[in-house]
């Protein structure tokens, strides 16, 4: 069945076209599908004041709108970009006539509208229907709404989702997203399908050149890198992670103990790459916590999956989310996560993950980070492979230091002089064991070993865009799972 252009056509309603989650996924999932057979369009939202009109049309709003992040990705694949005004409620009459007009103009060329953005679902849904788009979807992505008047009004304006009728299909990054958006009794009942946010895991596996080549650019060669993707925005929790790596500065500048003393003499630098409304006031909360110099403000990067691998570790204290992506990409990466429990479990997949909550002082977060860092859970090395590995580990990524306290090149041969005392036996595990432990590991000095382990897993879970591209595929040419 064809619905002009020769293909199938999807339109997908978003806020924007910019780097935020839902956008990158659907992009993902854009360029994983049969193109030949399906196409996806957009309709964005963008403020009428250089129009001078209140309800202006879309070519007339996209002739003034400043091109989005992913607009050329957009064309390049086959798809357009339309746009109506953005709704700020006290325009609710244009923002329908507007719509009312855009879907007339172009009646029969849509087999489904899916909307994201489920916080004005309720008004572009209906209309959508009655031009005679023949499936209706919305799609929840966030588990939660910003404070304030925002929040309140995106409740309000939501409210009429969590009822039968008004869609033909429910989707939902996960059970968190679905109850924050469609409500608790529509999700038990089954009127809600989960799917997850999917990613080219393959992207995001770990490579050793792209490491090298990143961190040099980078110059962070020789440090310790903890890592951060997300918008500059009030979900993602920057003021607390920026007061996390404050206090891993100051527990490593100030231990007198010598409990982090591997770390010692060892720069250590905060990557965050995203932009966002809040990013200047971070820039000036990062200054007054005397660690401006220590953080890398990377803003948005086209190659994200490269940063990833120049990081030693990942820390995600956002106050809500629907399934942040980023978690799921730091994981294909083999990064250990420190992650707020706020966020969806279903994002953590492997072993990688920890969860702790944004209530905890982030002193308690940044010894956990710090820890993990030392004495990343590996249960079947005994105590001196283990820091024999550690010590391998810290120096190929900050390079031979003086303080090592092992040259293993000198090592004994342990195995040659246990062989014919009897401990042999003890200490050589069988083969089923090794291979079993092989399997297992997941540890920061073996992201390569466990790149295969920990992109199973994932896949497993349904985090694979390649295969929900082939899902979504046969969903959108039959109209059903």
């Known amino acids: 069945m064809e619905y002009g252009y020769g293909q199938i056509r999807i339109l997908h309603v978003l806020g924007g076209l910019g780097v935020g989650g839902a956008e990158c996924r659907i992009i993902d999932l854009y360029r994983n599908m049969d193109r030949d057979k ?17 309800s202006p049309t879309s070519d007339e709003l996209m002739a003034v709108r400043e091109p989005d992040y992913f607009d050329n990705s957009v064309k390049k694949l086959g798809g357009r970009i339309f746009c109506v005004p953005k709704f700020v409620g006290t325009n609710l009459v244009e923002y329908k006539a507007a719509l009312k007009r855009l879907f007339k103009e172009h009646q029969g060329e849509w ?28 799609h929840a992505r966030s588990a939660g709404v910003d404070n304030g008047v925002k929040g309140i009004a995106t409740r309000i304006f939501r409210a009429p989702l969590q009822h039968e009728g008004l869609t033909d299909y429910n989707f939902a990054c996960s059970r968190e997203a679905g109850i924050s958006v469609f409500g608790k009794d529509m999700v038990n009942a089954g009127n809600v399908r989960i799917i997850p946010n999917a990613i080219d895991l393959g992207r995001f596996a770990y490579n050793e050149q792209v490491r090298d080549k990143i961190r040099k650019e980078l110059g962070v060669s020789n440090a310790l890198v903890i890592g951060h993707v997300g918008s500059f925005r009030y979900a993602k929790n920057h003021e607390f992670l920026l007061n996390v790596f404050a206090q891993v500065c100051r527990i490593l500048d100030n231990d007198d103990l010598n409990q982090y003393s591997m770390l010692h003499g060892m720069r250590i630098r905060l990557l965050m790459l995203g932009k966002g409304p809040l990013m200047d006031d971070m820039k000036k909360l990062a200054d007054r916590l005397h660690i401006y110099d220590r953080c890398i403000f990377a803003g948005n990067k086209s190659n994200a999956s490269e940063y990833y691998q120049a990081m030693d570790y990942f820390c995600f204290p956002s106050r809500y989310e629907g399934l942040p992506g980023s978690v799921v990409e730091a994981q294909a990466a083999g990064l ?10 279903e994002v953590n997949v492997t072993e990688l993950v920890s969860m702790r909550s944004i209530n905890s002082e982030p002193r308690d977060w940044a010894r956990k980070i710090l820890d993990d860092l030392l004495f990343h859970e590996d249960y079947h090395s005994d105590a001196l492979q283990e820091e024999i590995k550690l010590n391998q580990t810290l120096t190929a990524i900050a390079g031979e230091r003086p303080e090592s306290i092992f040259e293993t090149d000198d090592m004994p041969d342990f195995d040659l002089l246990d062989e014919g005392t009897g401990f042999d036996a003890v200490n050589t595990p069988k083969a089923a064991e090794r291979e079993h432990h092989r399997s297992i590991e997941y540890s920061i000095g073996d992201r390569n070993q466990s790149s295969a382990y920990i992109q199973s897993k994932l896949r497993a ?11 979504m595929g046969f969903f959108y040419e039959r109209g059903h799972f």
Not at 45 to 51: A, F, I, L, M
Not at 336 to 345: E, G, I, K, N, Y
């Open 336 to 345: 250990q996560c420190l992650v707020s429990d706020a966020v969806t479990p």
């Open 111 to 138: 087999k489904v509208i899916q909307g994201h953005m489920t916080s004005t679902a309720a008004i572009y849904i209906p209309i959508a229907r009655k031009s005679g788009i023949p499936i209706c979807i919305a």
């Open 38 to 54: 399906i196409q996806f369009d957009f309709l964005v939202h963008y403020s009428p004041e250089k129009t001078g009109k209140k």
């Open 461 to 471: 879970a349904g985090f694979d865009v390649k295969a929900q591209a082939r899902i």
